[in-house]
């Protein structure tokens, strides 16, 4: 991707920590939700709309069985067909998914993943003012804020249009939104900003807990021993409950876990903890 202001244009103090943001930031964003077919957006798009094709198919079965209706999708043949392309399609896409980065270039992968842990790696170029300032937007919007009103003031009694920026150095609006954000991810409140403020490792650590508790490690162990490889009486002897199948409610509480969802963090003020 390209940013519309160089690096000596950004309100950034650490240039030299800027430009290996900039470089670290195109890359995720572009394995995250790039036009690769592989993107991570449209794997998980992929995922899901897997499962809602399947589902509705699912419906129609129970519905016509119920009914004592004729239906092709009660073939035995065909839907034996269509049950095993549905989990080893599900299966092979939550193991992608979460495949580790590999060390060699000519095998490297895309996956949710690989960008979780090299962002996490590269938590120091995070900062406040990195986060915020990176393309043009002003890191403190105080000051074009009140040139804004100025300007208004200036013009008199009377009604005036004036439309706010979203981007660039008098985009106050958004640099409010942004360093609001910023509060959030990195426990701070406004009376105790900094340009150096990271985001807390609390955040890496519930998207991990998030992942573990959705069982996705449990699908692809199964995965694993009996689509991935044809494993032995003695290697499938060391499956655990959950890990010899799945149901359809133990596949959703999976896809919820990559979706993610929203959670609420302490913000600190002037040395004191509240909640935000």
Known sequence: MTY???????????????????????????????????????????????????????????????????????????????????????TLSIRKLMEKASNKPARQ???LRRVLDDIRSHRALF???????????????????????DRIISRGSGVHTEWLETTGPRAWSTS???????????????????????????????IETMLTESGWENIVEFGNKFIAHAADAFSRSSLIDGQNGFSLDTLAKCHRGFAGQRRRYKVRSCGKVRTA
């Open 4 to 90: 519309s202001y160089a690096p000596e244009d950004c309100d950034v103090l650490d240039k030299p920590n800027l430009s290996l943001y900039r470089t670290k930031r195109a890359e995720w964003i572009q394995l995250l939700t790039g036009k690769d077919d592989h993107a991570v957006s449209r794997q998980i798009s992929a995922m899901l709309w897997n499962d809602a094709v399947f589902r509705v198919a699912n419906e129609s079965r129970r519905l016509s069985r119920k009914a004592g209706y004729p239906s092709s999708a009660r073939n035995w043949s065909l839907a034996q067909f269509m049950d095993q392309g549905f989990v080893a399609t599900q």
């Open 109 to 111: 992968v895309i996956s």
């Open 127 to 149: 900062t406040r003012e990195n986060y915020i300032a990176h393309d043009g937007l002003p890191y403190d919007p105080a000051l074009p804020k009140q040139a804004h009103f």
């Open 176 to 206: 409010e939104l942004a360093n609001a954000k910023f509060d959030q991810l990195s426990a701070v409140g406004p009376e105790a900003r900094s340009r150096g403020d990271l985001i807390q490792n609390r955040i890496f650590d519930d």
